[in-house]
């Protein structure tokens, strides 16, 4: 399989993710000032950069993986408590916003070095 190819299966599986959580969080009733005030917040991340590629690599990553929003939404309905579960599917929209546009997962090389492509 070519690159190319492996990077649009990558970025339809975004897709996939952003609508999904969009719908999730409708289905809920989620506020949509909430998810407005909250969408870009995982990108406080990548303030780690400031400091040098392999923390802004390491902070963004795990700020940008669906493990953490998936832990976090579990324990949201496990509990039974909306809001941990909604900001879960803000989080899990963001990350699948993100790599629709082609931010992936970060080398510690430079911000634009991804698992989507390398500049």
């Known amino acids: 399989m070519t690159d190319r190819r492996i990077t649009?299966?990558?970025r339809?599986?975004?897709?996939?993710?952003l609508a999904g959580a969009i719908a999730a969080y409708r289905a809920l009733g989620g506020p949509w000032g909430l998810f407005a005030l909250t969408f870009l917040l995982p990108d406080l991340?990548?303030?780690g950069y400031l400091r040098n590629p392999r923390l802004g690599a390491a902070l963004y990553?795990?700020?940008h993986t669906y493990a953490a929003p998936a832990a976090l939404a579990l324990i949201g309905l496990a509990s039974g408590a909306t809001t941990p579960a909604l900001l879960a599917l803000i989080w899990i929209a963001h990350i699948g916003f993100d790599r629709i546009l082609g931010y992936g997962l970060k080398y510690p090389t430079r911000f634009m070095d991804t698992h989507l492509s390398r500049a």
């Open 61 to 63: 990553n795990a700020a």
């Open 45 to 47: 991340s990548m303030a």
């Open 12 to 17: 339809l599986e975004a897709i996939l993710a």
């Open 8 to 10: 649009l299966i990558l």
